[in-house]
């Protein structure tokens, strides 16, 4: 549990950090909202919601074949097809898969 409440604050500092970017929503996988409402949390607060929320506020945005495409990229590729997913590009035949050109 202690391994959860350290990654979940290290990811809720880093999404209030991120929140003054204009690319906030797309590096954290966070709303608008819940970036602006991490804003006006003091450590304190985001501290307690790392220790009390009881799960990982971190999940996966690949699915499972989006995931096998990345495995098999190489350097700037990977970085690339990650953040063309999380720019909401997705393939005619498979639904969050992004296809090659």
Known sequence: MN???SIN????????EASKARSGEVLT???RGV???LAQMNLD???AMARD????????RLNEAEMDRLLALHGLQKAAYTMA???????????????EA
């Open 3 to 5: 391994d959860i409440i």
């Open 9 to 16: 604050r290290q990811f809720l500092i880093m999404a209030r």
């Open 29 to 31: 996988g966070l709303s």
């Open 35 to 37: 970036l602006d409402r």
């Open 45 to 47: 607060e985001i501290e």
């Open 53 to 60: 929320i009881g799960i990982s506020v971190i999940s996966l």
């Open 85 to 99: 997913i999380a720019a909401g590009v997705r393939s005619s035949s498979q639904p969050r898969a992004f296809s």
